[in-house]
């Protein structure tokens, strides 16, 4: 019988891999509002999988659902929807994978497997005439793959811009606002369950480079690798960065953007980036998540709300799981091939520059620097001189560059750290553009 035609004789059976944060708030919604006595759309948990069955969990289970058996799923008859919430590439995609062809449905929250084997999977649902779904896997609570999926796809996408890793945008915010250094907000993080023991996939920019590796693919119905997205965390962004940014008119923030362009192909980068404090990208403060959406036909759309955290990543799980009960044929698995487009090369990026160095305070260094930033064909807007330090005989020096080639940036970088009367080269941040104004 396919899987289907058993949903329509009796409660949906739900399969939890994982039971976490995430899974114990997905059983609870599960229980307390889709219970299987619900005539309008009964659900049950028949099984959930763990790692240490022993543990308490957040959630009134039956014991007897909770195991380490995967069969209790995988294939088992009474599960209808399979909804994955371990994390990780592996066992993740093999479970997954294993479901689809059994005839379950699927719905995930994890971006790294669909990051890295999304199209696989994508494919296995297509052969198995079953549903994948993953909203939650982007953004959390923000409903963005669906939109991409169905209602915008009338549109060709020109840009997907956001902040999509809510980790970093609470370490970045404090820093704006309380002029705090990284590690002091990273512990604070830390200590308040906002950022892991082991911070690596937020702070240095893997978190946000699944999830725009996910919505690229999507927007731009092509194959967008982790080896071809730029990625930059932010670790080397210092407090004074925003206070000098924000005298320039900017703050910093974690952006993750793809844009499509006829003549290069489809680029995408993960870095800290000055945005202008007049755009509403530089008001989305703490674990906010944001998502802007260029399309032709729509112009632009703008998504934020909450990233993460256990209730809005269930609703965005529990509106998959919901779509898929109530048998809507919609096409959010996005079964299609992708097209291939070109991958651009962030080399000829082209953008503002922010650079910040610590050099000796003595007459001359400028215009060395400037000598070498010509040469590599890069004009300077601004140049501030900050914090002198006349005892040691050193001052910040803050430039602001036109447009300039990233190449050429890169290039020039190299050739100034050689100087002699610069004693430290501190920061190189990218100026993100918005129309007329950078
Ligand atoms: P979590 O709290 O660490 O929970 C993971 C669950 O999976 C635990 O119940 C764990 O079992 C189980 N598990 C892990 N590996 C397993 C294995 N090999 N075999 C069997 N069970 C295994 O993680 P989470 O925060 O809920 O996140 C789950 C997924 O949602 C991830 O893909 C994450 O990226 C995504 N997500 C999370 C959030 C969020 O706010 N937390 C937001 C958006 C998306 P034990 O409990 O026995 O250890």
């Given at each position: ?38 005539p309008?759309?009964?659900?049950r ?8 069955p ?11 659902t ?9 294939a ?7 909804v ?10 093999g479970?997954m994978?294993s479901?689809?062809?059994?005839g ?9 497997v669909?990051a ?18 993953y ?14 999926i ?6 060709k ?13 609470f ?9 705090a ?41 092509t ?40 003549d ?19 008001s ?9 959406v ?51 090369a962030?080399?000829?990026h ?40 006349i ?30 009367t ?14 007329d104004?950078?």
């Amino acid at each position: 019988m396919s899987s289907s035609a058993r949903m329509d004789v009796r409660s949906i059976g739900i399969g939890l891999l994982g039971l976490g944060v995430v899974g114990s708030a997905v059983a609870k919604a599960i229980i307390e509002r889709h219970r299987s006595t619900d005539p309008n759309i009964p659900l049950r948990v028949a099984s959930a999988v763990v790692r240490d069955p022993s543990r308490k969990r957040g959630v009134d289970l039956d014991p007897s659902t909770v195991s380490t058996n995967i069969e209790s799923i995988i294939a088992n008859p009474e599960v209808d929807i399979v909804v994955e919430l371990m994390g990780g590439e592996d066992p993740a995609f093999g479970y997954m994978a294993s479901a689809l062809k059994a005839g379950q449905h699927v719905v995930t929250a994890n971006k790294e497997v669909m990051a890295k084997r999304g199209s696989e999977l994508l494919a296995i649902a297509a052969e198995n005439n079953v549903q994948l779904c993953y909203e939650a896997s982007v953004a959390g609570g923000i409903p963005i793959i669906g939109p991409l999926i169905n209602d915008l796809t009338a549109n060709k996408i020109q840009s997907v811009r956001g902040i999509i890793n809510g980790t970093t945008n609470f370490i970045l915010t404090k820093m704006a606002h309380e002029g705090a250094d990284f590690d002091d907000v990273l512990s604070e993080a830390q200590a308040l369950g906002y950022a892991e023991a082991d911070p690596s996939a937020d702070v240095d920019g893997f978190d946000a480079l699944y999830k725009l590796s996910v919505l690229a693919r999507l927007a731009f119905h092509t194959e967008v690798p982790l080896d071809v997205i730029h990625r930059e965390g932010i670790r080397e962004v210092h407090a004074k960065d925003f206070r000098y940014a924000s005298e320039l008119g900017y703050t910093i923030k974690l952006l993750a953007v793809a844009q499509a362009n006829s003549d290069s192909g489809v680029l995408a980068r993960v870095h800290p980036a000055l945005i202008p404090l007049e755009v509403p990208m530089a008001s989305v403060n703490g674990v906010l998540n944001a998502v802007e959406v260029e399309g032709d036909l729509v112009g632009s759309l703008w998504f934020q709300g909450p990233g993460a955290g256990p209730n809005p990543t269930a609703s965005a799980v529990m509106g998959d799981i919901l779509r898929i009960a109530r048998g809507s044929s919609s096409v959010r698995s996005n079964s299609t091939t992708p097209e291939p487009f070109e991958i651009a090369a962030m080399t000829d990026h082209v953008c503002q520059y922010y650079l910040r160095l610590t050099a000796s305070d003595r007459p001359g260094v400028l215009a060395s620097v400037a000598k070498i930033l010509g040469d590599a064909d890069i004009s300077i807007n601004s140049v501030l001189q900050k914090d002198t330090d006349i005892e040691n005989g050193h001052a910040d020096l803050v430039i602001m560059t036109h447009p300039a080639r990233e190449s050429n940036m890169q290039s020039a970088v190299s050739s100034i750290k050689e100087l002699d009367t610069v004693l430290r080269f501190d920061s190189l941040l990218r100026v993100e553009t918005y129309g007329d104004r950078t």
